[in-house]
Every structure is written in C-alpha cells, then in structure tokens.
C-alpha cells in the first residue's frame, strides 16, 4: 500500500475512533443510555478464545503452510549451522591450517598484539570463503524462495561485505585483549575473559545504533505529523526523552515490519521502518512503539546485559575446560602449542559452539521473557488490541504462527503469534470499556 495512502487512512480511522469516543460520551450525559449499553456488554461477554481463533483464521491455509515451512526449516538451519561451523573448524586444525596462519602472522612482526590481529584478519577471510556456501543458501535463495528479501544480488553481496568488515574490525577489537588475558593470567583467564567479552557487548550495542546501523540502512527524521505527534506524545507520557522519531528504509532488505528504541542520553532515539509506515494503520504503528517504549522503560538492555552475563561467564568457564581437555589430546597433530597460542581460535569457535547450540532454550527464553514483557507494556501505552493483532499477523509472514508449547519454548526467541494475540484479546475482554473498537475488517493478506 502506498504510505500516504496509509497514512490517510491511519488518520481518518483515528478520528473514526475519536468521534466514537465522543459520541460514547456524549450519551454518557444520559445515565440511562450508559447503563443500558453496559448491560449489554454484560449480556454478551466478549469471548477471548473466539477473538484468538477469528484472527488467527484470517491468515489464508496457504499463507501459514509458507511461514511454518520457513520457520520449521529454520530449526533445522541451527543444527546445519553449527555442524557445518564445527567440520570447517575441525579442518583448519585437522589440516594445519591454524598454525600456518600464525607462522604468517609471526614471520611479518614480532609485536604480539599485531600479530594476533594479522591471524583474525586470515581466519576471518578463510572461514568467511569455506562457509560462503551455506551463507548465500541462507541469507540469499532461501530468503527469495520464501519472498522474504527484496534485494538482488549485487546490494545485497554489498552488505554481507559490509557486515564482514564491521566483524573484522569488532572482533579484532575483542580479541587482541582476549588473547592478553590468556597469556597473562594462564588457569584463570576465563573469569575476566568473560567480563571483557560483556564490557564489549555493552559498548557494540552502545555504538550500534549510531555507527553500524547507518551503514545498512539510510535514517532520516519522520517528516509526517500525523504519525510522529502521536508517537512523540506516548514517548513523553512514559518518560521517554525523545524529541525526534527516526524512519529507515528496512524496504531495501525485506518486507518485514519492526521499530526500536535504541542508544542513551545523548545517542537516544526512535526509529521504526518504512514497511511499518508503508503497511500498518495508525494504531498497529502506536502498539508497536509502544512495545519498544516498553523495552526502553523496563530497562531490557541492562536485564539483558546481566541474564545473558551469566551465560556467557558459564560460557567461558565450560570453554576454559574444553579446550584443555581438546588440547590435552590433539595439541601435537594440531601444531598448536597451548591455550596462550592464537592458532587455537578455531577450537575455541568448537567448544562455544558447542555450548551455545546447547543453550539456545536458554538465550530464547531470556529474550522471548522480555519481548512478552514489552507486548504487555504496549497494550498499556497504547491500549490498540486490535492493532496489536493485526501487527502480530504480519510478523506470522516469517514466525509460525501457532506452535505447540515445547516448540516454543526451545525455538523461539519472540512470543508466538498465537500468544500475542490471546494476550491482546485478554486485555481486550477486560479492558472494553476503554479499547479501541473492533478492527477485524481490515484485510491483513492483500493479494500478492
Ligand atoms: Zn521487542
């Protein structure tokens, strides 16, 4: 839909609603009309499981057998990821081709650090090239096949470049002090290794929005009033200190809806894509910034920040033990000479892979806990259950939209659809009094 054309009738639908409300008022002058109205609220209960199941029937059998198979497939993707990751891994030891990298980094200087940076830049370059295959099959034909990417080749070869050299310069970053620790400190390394590693998450998510992002995505300040007032009003109303809404051009990648609030003080901003203008309504917008007002009220960062910790500390003690017991038995066929000896990268990329393909419930379940926190946050903001719903819909193009309870659990990093909207309908029942009316006209699935 063209935005204009979307916007107008964001518009037009929120008068709709304003003048319902004061016509709700207005009879509400004559206390015999109101009482009659909730007593036929009373009459005819506003039935949840109804609501859940009429939403979840608007999207068409062939739309949610696509999004299953995407999302089913994409399970099956963890598994190929991490088996693939640990035979390219396995290789560059198993062939020596790890210490041939060091013996490089080592005949050009003798300066320690440099030469664990000159190492990553090969390992980054090999291991990009060795898992080339697996990266355009993901990111690139199966994003096509299931009509999820909008670029060609061309843009998007330019981003996976970009990416790459952000990951050469953020990791080079990370682990020239990484290695230190190991020297330095020999048995206890991962203590602090693992301290370092959350100092340089905070400080990658504290630049991402201001200096990485820009790098995919043009960001240009929301020109069009009748969006950004009403955004900008529910960003003061929960202490929100924004003064600017920011839109960015997420149509160059996908169709895919989605917003943030991002960055501190000085850096702080509201951004939402330009496929949230282009396909929602004013108030699927509103529940959605709401939502990531939530996030930036509820503190998810730091909660984040901490939860995550204590993954990645136990992260690095099991590394700490892995790669000694890998080493104790392969370090000779493998040339590398211990822990402090950069050429055993490879192994440590084994052993966290390992650990991570193992707690992947556990990393779902921290970040899926938050995003249901923020949705119940932004059914409060911005009391749009019905626009809630309706958003919930269009992220079932790419989420399954109504998983059992274990699969959730272990795959899922967002609530399902179906959850979402049985919360939106249950605040809905017990909130009627002041929700939004009913909006289950509006066509979801236009014809493609
Ligand atoms: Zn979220």
Not at 44 to 60: I, T
Not at 90 to 117: N, Y
Request: aromatic letters at 12%; glycine letters at 8%.
């Amino acid at each position: 839909m063209d935005r204009a054309v979307c916007c107008v009738g964001g518009f037009f639908l929120l008068c709709t609603v304003a003048t319902a409300i004061v016509k709700g008022q207005g009879g509400g002058v004559n206390p015999v009309s109101k009482a009659a109205v909730s007593d036929a609220r009373a009459a005819q209960p506003f039935d949840v499981n109804a609501a859940v199941e009429a939403y979840l029937a608007k999207m068409p059998a062939s739309e949610r057998a696509r999004s299953n198979a995407y999302f089913e497939g994409g399970y099956w993707l963890l598994l190929w990821d991490f088996l693939s990751t640990v035979l390219v891994m396995w290789v560059l030891l198993r062939l020596r081709c790890s210490t041939r990298m060091r013996d490089v980094a080592e005949r050009i200087t003798r300066f320690r650090p440099l030469q664990t940076g000159i190492y990553w830049v090969q390992f980054i370059v090999v291991t990009s090239l060795l898992t080339f295959p697996m990266t355009i099959y993901e990111g690139y034909f199966r994003e096509h096949k299931y009509g999820l990417l909008n670029q060609t080749f061309g843009p998007w070869m330019r981003d996976q470049l970009v990416g790459l050299a952000v990951v050469t310069v953020l990791g080079g970053i990370l682990i020239v002090p990484l290695f230190r620790l190991v020297r330095r400190l020999e048995k206890n390394w991962w203590v602090w290794g693992a301290i370092v590693s959350l100092l340089f998450l905070a400080f990658v998510s504290l630049i991402a929005p201001v200096y990485i992002s820009p790098l995919f995505n043009k960001y240009t300040k929301l020109q069009d009033a009748r969006v950004r007032d009403p955004i900008l009003s529910m960003a003061r109303a929960n202490g929100i200190p924004a003064t600017d809404v920011y839109e960015f051009d997420a149509s160059r990648q996908s169709n895919r809806v989605s917003a943030n609030v991002s960055g501190f003080a000085g850096t702080m901003r509201i951004s939402l894509n330009d496929n949230l203008l282009n396909r929602c309504t004013l108030p699927e917008i509103e529940t959605t910034m709401g939502h990531e007002m939530g996030h930036y009220v509820l503190n998810h960062a730091y909660k984040g920040l901490v939860m995550n910790g204590v993954v990645i500390v136990i992260g690095f003690a099991f590394a700490s033990w892995g790669i000694g017991w890998a080493l104790g038995r392969w370090r000779e066929s493998w040339g590398v000479r211990g822990m402090s000896d950069v050429a055993v990268l490879p192994l440590a990329v084994i052993v966290f892979s390992v650990y991570f393909f193992l707690t992947t419930p556990v990393g779902n379940t921290i970040t899926r806990t938050m995003e249901y926190e923020a949705d119940m946050y932004g059914l409060n903001a911005a009391r749009q259950p019905d626009g809630e719903a309706n958003v919930d819909l269009l992220l079932g193009e790419y989420r399954k939209m109504d998983p059992g309870a274990v699969e959730e659990f272990i795959f899922y990093d967002h609530p399902s659809g179906r959850t979402r909207i049985t919360a939106a309908m249950r605040w809905k029942a017990e909130n009627l009094e002041t929700a939004s009316p009913e909006e289950m006209a509006r066509p979801i699935f236009e014809a493609k």
